[in-house]
C-alpha cells in the first residue's frame, strides 16, 4: 500500500483528527505545564497548584480563563518585597540612640554605656563572655549565666587608668 493510497480518504480523515486531537492535546498539556508553575510561584498550597492543573483542562480553554480570575494577585516573591516595604516603612527612624541621665552628673548618656564620659563615674560592667550590660551588683551574668563575681570592677580602660 503506497503512502498516498494510505492517507486518501477515510485515512486521510482519521490521520488529521488524529493530528489535531494530539495538536490540542500538547496545547493543553504546556497550557497545564505553566499554569501549574504560575500556581506555585503565587502560593505554597500544593492543593492550590492541583486545582489550577485540573482547571487548565477545562475545554475549551475557558480554564486557564477561570484561572487568571482566581489566582492570588501577586507572586510569593512581590508579597515578600512588598511585606518588606510595609515594615521598613513602618519601623519609625530609629537614629537617635535612647538616653537616659547619668547618676552622677546628670548628662544625657546613651543607654548602652556603662561609664559616663562625662564624670567617669562606673555604673555597669560587660559580662566578659556575652559582652551584655551588667549591673556592679549582679554577680553572675542573667543574659549567660556567667558567675562574674560579687564586686569587682572590670580592668580599667587603659585611657582612664593612666596615672596622674
Ligand atoms: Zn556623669
Ligand atoms: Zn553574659
Same mark, same amino acid.
Given at each position: ?5 494510505? %492517507? ?13 486531537? *494530539? ?23 500544593? %492543593? ?10 477545562? $475545554? $475549551? ?5 477561570? #484561572? ?7 507572586? *510569593? ?40 564620659? #562625662? ?23 542573667? #543574659? ?21
Amino acid at each position: 500500500m503506497s503512502l498516498v493510497a494510505f %492517507l486518501s480518504g477515510t485515512n486521510l480523515l482519521i490521520v488529521g483528527i488524529v493530528l489535531l486531537v *494530539l495538536y490540542v492535546a500538547l496545547l493543553l498539556v504546556a497550557l497545564a505545564y505553566n499554569v501549574v508553575r504560575d500556581a506555585r510561584r503565587r502560593s505554597t498550597s500544593i %492543593l492550590f497548584a492541583i486545582f489550577a492543573f485540573l482547571l487548565a483542562f477545562i $475545554p $475549551p480553554f475557558l480554564g486557564a480563563l477561570l #484561572y487568571l480570575v482566581v489566582r492570588p494577585p501577586r507572586t *510569593l516573591d512581590e508579597e515578600r518585597a512588598l511585606e518588606l516595604e510595609q515594615q521598613v516603612l513602618a519601623e519609625p527612624p530609629s537614629d537617635e540612640p535612647e538616653t537616659r541621665p547619668c547618676p552622677t552628673c546628670g548628662r544625657d548618656i546613651e543607654q548602652d554605656f556603662v561609664i559616663c564620659p #562625662y564624670c567617669r563615674t562606673q555604673f555597669a560592667r560587660r559580662c566578659g563572655v556575652c559582652e551584655r550590660r551588667l549591673r556592679l551588683g549582679w554577680p553572675v551574668c542573667p #543574659y549567660c549565666a556567667t558567675e562574674v563575681g560579687a564586686h569587682p570592677l572590670p580592668p580599667a580602660p587603659s585611657r582612664s587608668a593612666a596615672p596622674h
